[in-house]
């Protein structure tokens, strides 16, 4: 099926993402009267054409009318006027009265529906479109007895690939009711917004003093005025009764504190508790979730593209700033320098530190955030952070941290990733997993699930090495075979590197920086300070912006095929000849087991232990010998033996407890 939308912002766009990404839609073709939402929207895949009206008229199966709700009727009008014989027009605005009445009289009246699918959050535009906005929620359908019904069945079928519930309720009823639940909680927000900045001139005792219960309830007058006025001035009557009643309730608590009534201010919050009653059932009802069984190996996450948290992305990504945030004129000045050079795309710093054993610097804490806001607001660049607990998250989103990433020290533990999981329930905001201090791949995987349970979808991970065990050059282990194994189960999955953390020192971060580059990873985190060797953590590991801007400037970024057949098909005969190789050795191997069994079997006979110490010590130091001269490393030929070493354990140890 064809889908148009026109209006691709928040709901318009999330809706496009899902019922592609769910199959419901072959081709999602968009309009919208602001070219750089078009220019967004293409560069993240939400539309694959830009078509005008009547175009999509002509050439769609559903049409989804998602714009402000001054301008709806006109367009929905409009399109019923050249739309095709069993084509579907459906908008999805917030008032229902006067879009139902615009098109009453219409001759493919039958042809529309009047829907209203309740999600959303206060962001705007096709950056803020996500996977997941509508599952579990609410779609209501007005008047459905004017919709024709095969135009009805395709709408609830398409709101049921959204996950949505349906139910039906005539326009005005609609408008009556979300006056009170919706609207007026949005005046109630701008409202404070106004009053709180017209009382309040020292925006930095605002910013101080205002708790969370300040930003949860002033956080819907960041909505756009261009989406709200024309809801308000639509919805009048039934916003106007709604102000009236809560007016009366503000001017009843303002009698009682005035007149010093402790006992019946107690009562009114006493009787407005009750409402906990309907919210905990809200809660409840999100959280009745069919069982959905564990992801298998086959399994696919909705992993939204790097494009639609960073649609201007040049590769490689490149996220940088001190481990530590220290003072204040050390995240400012790092984070100044780091924006001049113009290599950084995201600017980052510990605020939590989670180190091994105690009496170590643990991090800042939460002042560090206002600093990193500062640097934010200074450099016009978006900002990360570390998290570990719910308490972690709430703070750097009140802060407008805008990525947030899991460390290896927290991806170990399932229950710790859950409470992160489950605080970020809703909240549209990218993560990264750092791969677990151990190297456990099912940890890794099982670490993005929990996130992708809770809806998130802007997703990434980042490689920062494995713990070692004796003396390699190396902090951690790279082991590139993990990362490289996971970017093979998600493809689609944003892997950065961390060579700060793989190195441990300075003078290794070019060459992990370049293989890192040269395995086509997405992008880099590398640790940037001022006057690295005065940091105070992880000193060794850091450069100064200038050094960081230098290893990027030096980086190779290999290309693709970039289309040229000749340099295929020379690609495909060099992988023609390593896939030969491969099948000789499986074979080798194969026959090599062959061996191993009748050893097993000679020495079941003859009453001889499985592992021959010295024979072992003695097969390693000859192929040491014979693998430096054929150019293979030690430490591969160290490796490859302990594998095959251990299968003829295996096999051996099955023929020596047979039966």
Not at 249 to 267: A, N, R, V, W
Not at 368 to 385: C, D, F, P, Y
Not at 452 to 463: N, R
Not at 556 to 570: E, F, I, S
């Amino acid at each position: 099926m064809i889908v148009g939308v026109i209006g691709i912002g928040l709901i318009g766009g999330s809706m496009a993402m899902d019922l592609r990404q769910r199959g419901v839609a072959t081709k999602v073709i968009g309009s919208d009267n602001n070219p750089e939402h078009i220019r967004l929207a293409k560069s993240a895949g939400i539309i694959q054409e830009e078509a005008s009206l009547e175009e999509l008229a002509g050439s769609c199966d559903l049409i989804i009318v998602a714009t402000p709700v001054d301008v709806s009727p006109g367009i929905v009008l409009a399109l019923l006027d050249q739309v095709r014989d069993g084509a579907v027009v459906l908008d999805v605005g917030s008032t229902k009265e006067q879009i139902c009445q615009t098109v009453a009289s219409h001759p493919r009246r039958q042809q529309f529906v009047a829907c209203h699918p309740i999600a959303g959050t206060e962001n705007t535009g096709p950056a803020a479109a996500h996977h997941k906005l509508f599952d579990q929620k609410v779609n209501i359908i007005c008047n459905a007895e004017a919709s024709g019904a095969a135009a009805l069945q395709q709408a609830e079928a398409m709101f049921g690939a959204l996950k949505m519930h349906t139910v039906h309720m005539e326009a005005r009823e609609h408008d009556r009711h979300i006056a009170f639940v919706s609207h007026l909680s949005h005046i109630t927000s701008f409202a404070l917004g106004l009053t709180v900045l017209k009382i309040e001139k020292d925006e930095k005792s605002i910013f101080n003093m205002a708790g969370s219960g300040f930003a949860s309830t002033v956080r819907l007058a960041k909505s756009s005025p261009d989406m709200w006025a024309p809801i308000f001035s639509q919805n009048a009557g039934h916003v106007s009764a709604a102000l009236d009643a809560y007016i009366e309730q503000l001017l009843l608590f303002k009698e009682t504190i005035d007149e010093g009534l402790s006992s019946e201010t107690y009562d009114m919050i006493s009787t407005a508790n009750q409402i906990s009653r309907i919210l905990d059932g809200i809660e409840l009802k999100n959280r009745q979730k069919p069982f959905v069984p564990p992801h298998t190996s086959s399994d696919k996450l909705e992993i939204a593209p790097i494009s639609t948290w960073l649609p201007d992305l040049q590769r490689p990504l490149v996220i940088s700033g001190p481990c530590s945030a220290e003072t204040e004129e050390q995240v400012m000045e790092t984070c100044r320098q780091l924006a001049a050079t113009g290599k950084v795309d995201v600017l980052r710093a510990g605020i939590w530190k989670p180190r091994t054993r105690p009496n170590n610097f643990e991090g800042i804490g939460t002042i560090g955030l206002e600093w990193l806001r500062k640097a934010k607001e200074a450099t016009g660049m978006k900002i990360a952070v570390e998290v570990a607990n719910r308490q972690h998250v709430e703070e750097a989103l009140k802060y407008g941290v805008d990525i947030l990433w899991i460390g290896a020290r927290t991806t170990v533990n399932p229950f710790s990733v859950q409470e992160i999981a489950d605080a970020l329930q809703g909240i549209d905001v990218p993560v990264l997993v750092k791969n677990p201090i151990n190297a456990d791949l099912e940890l890794w995987i099982g670490a993005l699930e929990r996130l992708s349970g809770a809806g998130i979808t802007k997703l990434g991970a980042i490689h920062r090495g494995f713990a070692k065990y004796g003396e390699t050059k190396f902090r951690n282990a790279p082991q590139w075979q993990l990362p490289i194994e996971l970017k093979r189960r998600m493809p689609d999955l944003p892997m950065i590197c961390d060579p700060s953390h793989i190195c441990g020192n300075r003078e290794l971060l070019a060459e992990i920086s370049q293989q890192a580059m040269d395995l086509n990873y997405t992008g880099l985190m590398l640790e940037s300070h001022i006057d690295p060797d005065k940091a105070w953590s992880d000193a060794k590991q850091q450069v100064t912006p200038e050094r960081l801007a230098e290893i990027i400037d030096g980086l190779v970024l290999r290309n693709g095929y970039g289309g040229k057949v000749a340099v295929d098909d020379t690609l495909q005969e060099l992988r023609s000849q390593v896939d030969q190789f491969d099948s000789e050795l499986f074979t080798l191997l194969s026959q090599r087991m062959q061996v191993v069994e009748h050893i097993g079997r000679y020495k079941k006979e003859n009453k001889l232990t499985i592992l021959q110490a010295s024979r072992w010590n003695e097969v390693l130091e000859k192929s040491f010998k014979r693998g430096e001269q054929l150019g293979l490393s030690r430490d591969f030929i160290e490796r490859y033996l302990k594998a095959v070493h251990q299968e003829s354990i295996n096999h051996q140890s099955a023929i020596m407890n047979a039966r």
